[in-house]
């Protein structure tokens, strides 16, 4: 019944602190008020004006930069109008310095990008199921990422549902990784080396990613853009179709409802981000469909993105750590690959790592995705993708009990 749904998804889990169960409430309300029979998008849009009014705190020593991005107008994607193509976007770069006096001085300057002489840069899309949420909301994590990274970071703010459907946000994903790697001769923006660029989204702007980079393998040639040197995603939604394991599983403790409520949702449309249902099983839209190879770093007991709570959750900040270095050893002049490794992170005894077997693994994944891009994987230019971040969850043998599993994915 929705009664007892309500109390199951409003636990809280034994190894969280008061503060960690009192931010999860918090968000459990807001997606609660997101999640009615008359959620409209007039609802939605004061949500947004709420939410935009203040900004995650940043370190002193973080410079930020606005800027505007323009769409590459001669990109049309299936399903575009011709006039979905026009016009730019909100961006801003950040850049984490170790000196106060230099950032303060690189705020200053404000030279359209070129904050810091770092050659490495992260495109960053932010998450909020593809309906909400900005660049600005999400500070808390990309500055924690330019700093752990050491190198610039640009965050954008693509076009949102319901208003604006697939395939929008991915045509201003690619827009930006464009703006980046293959600039318009007339805008004076920095080129950066692809191999220099790594792209990192969370939740739907973790699939967004993925999506850009299934895109750019495929379709990017053409248009003078090539692979990123790698992408790392906190918790990406990769399945809107919500048939893995872990929508179930992982209702007990996450802050996520278990399925979309809406006065513009349907049975023909079960997400803002689509059309109609025929959408949800497209590989740039649920790209769990395109899957070829993982590679899982599994941290207990956390949440949806949990890498938002490193201001006071020491589990988050190592999330972020090691994000950081992946985006530091893949940037890397020389880099050509690194092993595989499954992973997991303890919640408690100082974060202990452990290996974890296929067969470990396979108890987290319901099934494997279909391989429908299997045929690309030879391909010059393709890349494995190599997992360190989605909401999964298993029995606990040792403790007899239901324990939440996070993960992030990692692609080189």
């Known amino acids: 019944t929705e009664e007892t749904q309500t109390q ?25 008020s997101l999640s009615d029979d008359d959620t409209d998008a007039a609802t939605m849009q004061r949500l947004r004006s709420a939410m935009a009014i203040g900004a995650p705190p940043t370190s002193l020593r973080v410079a930020i930069d ?12 299936d399903g575009m109008d011709m ?26 300057s404000r030279s359209n990008g070129d904050l810091a002489n770092s050659e490495q840069v992260i495109l960053y899309l932010h998450g909020g199921g593809y309906c909400m949420a900005s660049k600005k909301t999400h500070r808390g994590i990309t500055w924690k990422l330019a700093k752990h990274s050491n190198c610039k970071l640009l965050a954008i703010d693509y076009r949102l549902a319901p208003e604006h459907v697939f395939p929008l946000a ?15 001769p007339n805008s ?8 220099k660029v790594v792209i990192m989204g969370d939740s739907s702007g973790g699939g967004l990613a993925l999506a850009l980079c299934l895109w750019i393998r495929d379709k990017g040639e053409q248009y003078g853009l090539r692979m990123p040197a790698g992408a790392g995603l906190l918790s990406p939604w990769l399945d809107l179709t919500a048939s893995t394991r872990s929508y179930k599983t992982n209702a007990k403790w996450d802050y996520l409802p278990d399925r979309n409520k809406g006065a513009m949702l349907n049975e023909n449309r079960k997400q803002y981000y689509v059309k109609d249902n025929s959408y949800l099983t497209h590989p740039l839209v649920s790209p769990y469909f395109a899957t070829e190879s ?16 490193s201001t006071f959750l020491p589990i988050a900040e190592l999330a972020l750590e090691r994000m950081g270095m992946f985006v530091q050893k893949v940037t890397r002049s020389g880099f050509k690959d690194f092993p595989r490794e499954y992973s997991r992170f303890a919640a408690h005894d100082e974060h ?21 891009v299997s045929k690309n994987s030879s391909k010059k230019g393709s890349r494995e993708l190599k997992d360190n971040h989605i909401d999964n969850q298993k029995d606990n043998q040792e403790s007899k009990k239901d324990q939440g599993i996070h993960m992030n994915l990692l692609l080189q």
């Open 8 to 32: 199951t998804q409003t636990q809280t889990h034994p190894d969280w602190t008061t503060l960690l169960s009192t931010s999860i409430a918090s968000l459990r309300l807001m997606m609660a």
């Open 66 to 77: 606005q800027l505007r991005i323009p769409r590459r107008h001669d990109l049309f994607l």
């Open 83 to 108: 006039d979905d193509a026009d016009g730019d976007f909100d961006a801003e770069w950040l850049v984490f310095k170790s000196s106060l006096s230099l950032s303060l001085s690189l705020k200053k």
């Open 170 to 184: 991915l045509h201003d994903a690619i827009s930006a990784y464009s703006y980046l790697t293959n600039p318009p």
């Open 188 to 195: 004076k923006a920095k080129k950066y080396d692809p191999s």
């Open 294 to 309: 993982k590679e899982l770093e599994l941290f207990d007991s956390m949440v949806h993105v949990f890498q938002m709570f």
């Open 352 to 372: 202990a790592m452990s290996d974890l077997t296929p067969e470990e693994i396979d108890a987290y994944l319901f099934e494997p995705p279909t391989p429908l």
